[in-house]
């Protein structure tokens, strides 16, 4: 059975994309801690990030480096968090969270509430400056 996250990048279920590649899909989280929370996911299923082969580990690495990049650039954070937890969802991902302190990054707290328009924006945002460096 397919998990959520095979579902959203087989087009399944929407997403608010931010890039994609031949190996990793990366999408805004819908229950984020920071406005631009984003998962970094492979395309191929494998429940635990360490489970990967090593070559599809370096390559989803390398990917969420741009998306970061892009993430830092497009919102202004003073650091972009990362998080490897996969406790609720059988797929490994990596979790991208624009941050201002540490305190940021703590899921126990109260998610942030956005509109439509605003995840929209955001993902827009940090596209384009993804989008930019590949020209």
């Known amino acids: 059975m397919a998990t959520i996250f095979s579902k959203i990048i087989a087009g399944e279920i929407p997403s608010y994309k931010i890039a994609e590649d031949a190996e990793n899909y990366a999408f805004l989280d819908i229950n984020p ?26 390559s989803l690495t390398a990917f969420a480096q741009k998306v970061a990049k892009a993430q830092k650039e497009a919102l202004g954070c003073k650091r972009v968090g990362v998080a490897v937890l996969g406790f609720d969802v059988p797929h490994a991902h990596i979790h991208l969270v624009p941050m201002e302190s540490e305190a940021d990054l703590n899921f126990k707290k109260e998610r942030v509430k956005l509109s439509e328009a605003e995840f929209k924006e955001i993902a827009a945002k940090i596209a384009a400056k993804i989008a930019a460096k590949v020209k």
Do not use: I
């Not at 929370?37 to 494998?46: A, F, G, I, M, N």
């Open 33 to 58: 801690l920071t406005a631009g929370h984003t998962l970094c996911v492979p395309k191929v299923e494998t429940d635990y990030l360490f489970d990967l082969p090593a070559e599809r580990l370096a």
